[in-house]
Structure formats: structure tokens, C-alpha cells
């Protein structure tokens, strides 16, 4: 019997691992991906990137437009991931096991979080082009929607790991339901909640630069306008920019992260 | 003089299987102390829960001080939770909370949504609190996170919690089933304490007989959620043990004194 049993483990992992290989060398050959020609081009465009895509002082003088662009972005990954929070946070909290006023509230705060969250930033962009256009509100709603989503997922996770103990206990000594979401809610699962709203900023400032160009605003567009008209150098420049501020915002919510938790 | 307690014929059904309480009845007088043992699953912490409407009975009816419990509306249910307090096996604390914090909860009973969503507490209370801390022997604590407390001190916190309500009865869960011996016994001093001095009445699941035969004034048997003991521990018998927990003479740790022998 045990023999049997651990016999049996092992073949289940040479099939996985055989499946594995082969789908991939399928996968390779329909799209014609060859490894040495794949590191050949990658030595290629290194030298390139090394040759011509650098900022020079000529391009420094873009580097105000620049930062009133990156500024824009930055702006608009905040705002559309703070207000979603609070729409998250109002969602999450009926979708809880732990806070659900009744269990069909619950259940359709659960399902239009994930809905909104199975779609992915840039097919709401795509989507929402249609209706806004071109416009910094299409990249705005888009971010806002899947934050949403992803949010209200993690926000009832948080909560949920609070339990039912405090809840109990608040309720047994005549609390009501603001009591218990203030009192004992929020305070076991605010830092977690805090944690999971810096790292939607950080992402969405990512994907809001990303977004840009295809909604034609913010940081975005200008490398696409650069890169199009054939300015490398103040292209490269944008995207020095915006390494420095990733690094940088990565850096402030860490340092934010370990001052609450 | 009337009961401040009364159950009669109480049923919880959870599920179509699951029968936790199969019509139990009883009274608890002011000022007793009374103690409830029986297997797991007997319905015991069904059984508190229902007290005070933590958990809806499904049959029966429970009055308290008077009151019907299962005919007050949302608000009076509020106010009569006030007077019932309830410590848990798990002290069921707010963790990242201090003390002092935890120990105010138990107001929230008398504050309105705003005032105690926002923690605001009049300085009678905050004294207050201050007092039932000393009482309970934590007053080095009163600032510290209730993470940081050993079990025995969370325990004490969860009393204190409850005695800030000023309650006329106290219903609790297994108080010292996760404790050390040591710690198990300042709780029950404690709530000894409570009803002899205070004369607060205690209703206590326990799983420890020895424990519950020495502090109680009455013991009560709860077995597949019905009642098969109830009475003052000096005349339970051996067998009568054995029967509530179904197991053999000599599997349970028992030291009963020589007169209990039957
Ligand atoms: N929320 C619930 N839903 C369904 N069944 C439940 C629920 N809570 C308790 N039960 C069932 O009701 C019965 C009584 O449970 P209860 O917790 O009251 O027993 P207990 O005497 O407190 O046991 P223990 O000594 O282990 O704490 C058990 O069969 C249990 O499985
Ligand atoms: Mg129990």
C-alpha cells in the first residue's frame, strides 16, 4: 500500500514534467522561437541600446515636460487606487463572512468583485475607449475597476482573517455593528488593508505608464511620441525617469509599511 | 424569590442532523455559582450562546431578570446583553488593542453609534476601568498591546471586559481550558471572587470536574444536549460522572472526596 502511494506520486510528477516539455517545444516550434537566434537579437539590441538609446544633454532640456507628465501618471494611479479603496473597503466589508449583513448582500459584493477583477486592467481600457475615448478618464476608470475588484478580494481576506472571536465578544457586551466594524474590525485588520493599498499604488503607477499609451495620456504618451518621432534619446530619458520614480515609491511604502506593521 | 434565570424547554436544531440542545431546563438564582460539565459536543457553549443571543434558539423559551429574551427587539437586546457579561475559551480579545481598550469595550453596550464607533469614553469610565484593572491585578498592563500578555492575563482582561458592564450575570466558555494550572486557578479565584463579593452570578462551562466540584454551588450535567445532572456538587457520585461523560470507572481523572463514593 504505501509503496504503492509514494510509486504513484512519482509518476504523477514524470508525467507532469514530460507534458511540460513537450508543450513547450510545441509551443516553441508554432512560433517559430529559436533560442540562439532569441540571444542573438538580444546581443544586437544591446548594442543598440548601448549605441544610440541614451539621454544626452540635448534631451535634458524635455526633462519639465517630462516631469509634468510623470507627475499626471503618478497622480492618477493614486486617485483612482485611494477612491477604489474606499468603494473596496464599503464592498469588502459585506462580502466578509465575518461582517456580511446578510449572505445575498455578501454574495453579490463577492461576485461583482470578481468580475471586475477577472478582467485585466487593459482590456477595461480597451473596453472603455470606446465609450471615453482617448482621454485621461478612460485610463482613470480603467485602473479604478480592476483595483476595485482586486482590492475587495483582498480587503475580504484581510477581514476575514479578524475571525469571529472579537466580533463575538463585541456583540455579547451590547455593541453594535459600527462598534464591532470600528472597534474590532478595523483595528486587527487595518495594517493589512494599508499594506494592500500601497502595493495597488505601486503597481497601478506601473500599469498606469503602460496604459498611457494607449489612451494617449501622461508619462506613457510622451515615450510613445518620443520613440515614434524617432527621439531616442529624450525616450531613454523618460524611461530613466520613471525607473527613478519606481524605485522611489517602492522605497516610500516600504519605509510606510514597517512604520505600521 | 424569583429566578434571574430561566430556561424552559430549550431546542437548538443547527442543521437536519444536528440536534445541539434537545429541550433543556433549569433556573439560576442570584448570587449562585454554577457550573455546567459534559462531553464535547453536549451543547454546553450552544447552550451559553443562547442566553444571550449570540445564537438564535430555535424552540423555547430563556426569561432573564424578567425579561423574554427571545421577544426583545434589537435595541433592548443591546441593553440586555449589558447585563450579561460573557468570557470566552479564547479570551476573544482585540489583539492589536491595549489593554485599557479592550477593557472599555465593554461599554459599548451603553454608547450610541458614533460615540463608541470613535472610541470616545467619559472620564468616569476611563476611571472605571482603570479600577476593575487594578482589581484584576493589571494595572503594570494597562498600556500594553493584549498581544503581548501571557493567556492567564488575557484571561483576567476578558473578566475585566466583562465586569465593566456591570453586569448581573456572567456566562462563561471554558474559561481556563487553554491555561496552566497556576493560571486556571487565579481565573477561578477571580470569579469566585465575583460572585461572593459582588455578588454577580456565574453560569461556567467546564471541562475540569474536579475544578467545577469545588468551586460550584451546583452542577449541572448536559449530555447529547439534554440535562441529566443537576444538583450541588457534594451529593454528585462517581457513577453519575462516569454516565455524563460515558466512560469507564477509572478513565477519568477524578480525586472525589470518600463520602462521594457510592
Ligand atoms: N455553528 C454550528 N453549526 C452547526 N453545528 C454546530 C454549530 N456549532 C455547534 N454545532 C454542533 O452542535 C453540537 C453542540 O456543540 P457545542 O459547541 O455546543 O458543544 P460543547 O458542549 O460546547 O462542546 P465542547 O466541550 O467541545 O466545546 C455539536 O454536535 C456541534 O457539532
Ligand atoms: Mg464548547
Known amino acids: ?261 | 424569590m424569583n429566578p434571574l434565570l430561566t430556561i424552559n424547554s430549550l431546542k437548538k436544531q443547527y442543521d437536519e442532523e444536528t440536534v445541539a440542545l434537545n429541550g433543556v431546563s433549569f433556573s439560576v438564582h442570584e448570587g449562585e455559582f454554577v457550573s455546567i460539565i459534559g462531553p464535547s459536543g453536549a451543547g454546553k457553549s450552544t447552550l451559553l450562546r443562547c442566553i444571550n443571543r449570540i445564537i438564535d434558539a430555535t424552540e423555547g423559551e430563556i426569561l432573564f431578570d424578567g425579561l423574554n429574551v427571545g421577544n426583545q427587539n434589537k435595541g433592548q437586546l443591546r441593553k440586555l446583553r449589558t447585563k450579561i457579561g460573557m468570557i470566552f475559551q479564547h479570551y476573544n480579545l482585540v489583539n492589536r488593542l491595549s489593554v485599557i481598550e479592550n477593557v472599555l469595550h465593554g461599554r459599548l453596550g451603553y454608547k450610541n453609534t458614533f460615540n463608541g464607533s470613535l472610541g470616545l469614553f467619559t472620564a468616569q469610565e476611563k476611571k472605571q476601568a482603570f479600577q476593575i484593572i487594578e482589581i484584576l491585578g493589571l494595572e503594570k498592563q494597562a498600556y500594553k498591546r493584549c498581544d503581548q500578555l501571557s493567556g492567564g492575563q488575557k484571561q483576567r482582561v476578558g473578566i475585566a471586559r466583562a465586569l465593566i458592564q456591570e453586569p448581573r450575570m456572567m456566562l462563561c466558555d471554558e474559561p481556563i481550558a487553554s491555561l496552566d494550572p497556576n493560571a486556571s486557578k487565579i481565573i477561578m479565584d477571580h470569579l469566585k471572587n465575583i460572585t461572593t463579593q459582588m455578588g454577580i452570578t456565574c453560569l461556567v462551562n467546564l471541562h475540569q470536574v474536579n475544578v467545577a466540584l469545588k468551586y460550584s454551588d451546583r452542577i449541572i450535567g448536559i449530555k447529547h444536549g439534554l440535562k441529566v445532572y443537576d444538583g450541588p456538587p457534594k451529593s454528585i457520585t462517581k457513577n453519575q460522572i462516569y454516565d455524563i461523560y460515558e466512560s469507564e470507572a477509572g478513565e477519568l481523572i477524578l480525586e472525589l472526596k470518600d463520602q462521594n463514593e457510592a
Open chain 1, 1 to 261: 500500500m504505501k509503496l504503492d502511494y509514494f510509486s504513484k506520486k512519482r509518476w504523477t510528477g514524470v508525467i507532469f514534467l514530460a507534458v511540460f516539455i513537450v508543450l513547450s517545444i510545441w509551443v516553441a516550434s508554432y512560433t517559430r522561437f529559436d533560442l540562439s537566434r532569441g540571444l542573438g537579437s538580444f546581443v544586437k539590441a544591446f548594442n543598440w541600446t548601448i549605441s544610440s538609446f541614451y539621454p544626452d544633454s540635448a534631451s535634458l532640456v524635455r526633462l519639465p515636460a517630462i516631469l509634468i507628465k510623470l507627475r499626471e501618471t503618478i497622480f492618477m494611479a493614486i486617485a483612482s487606487t485611494t477612491i477604489a479603496s474606499v468603494f473596496a473597503l464599503f464592498f469588502a466589508l459585506s462580502g466578509s463572512k465575518v461582517t456580511q449583513v446578510n449572505s445575498f448582500l455578501s454574495i453579490v459584493s463577492r461576485g461583482i468583485a470578481s468580475f471586475s477583477r477577472n478582467i485585466p486592467v487593459v482590456a477595461w481600457a480597451m473596453i472603455l475607449l470606446f465609450s471615453f475615448g482617448q482621454s485621461s478618464l478612460t485610463g482613470f476608470l480603467a485602473l479604478f475597476v480592476a483595483t476595485f475588484g482586486f482590492l475587495t478580494r483582498a480587503f475580504i481576506e484581510s477581514i476575514d482573517e479578524v475571525g469571529h472571536e472579537p466580533v463575538e465578544a463585541l456583540k455579547a457586551s451590547g455593541g453594535n455593528y459600527f462598534h464591532i466594524v470600528f472597534q474590532a474590525v478595523l483595528p486587527m485588520s487595518l495594517s493589512q488593508i494599508i499594506s494592500w493599498i500601497l502595493y495597488m499604488i505601486e503597481t497601478n503607477i506601473r500599469s498606469a505608464t503602460l496604459l498611457g499609451i494607449l489612451t494617449g495620456t501622461g508619462i506613457g504618451f510622451l515615450f510613445d511620441l518620443y520613440y515614434k518621432t524617432f527621439n531616442y534619446h529624450a525616450a531613454s530619458l523618460v524611461v530613466v525617469v520613471i525607473v527613478i520614480a519606481v524605485f522611489f515609491i517602492e522605497f516610500l511604502s516600504n519605509y510606510i509599511r514597517r512604520l505600521i506593521l
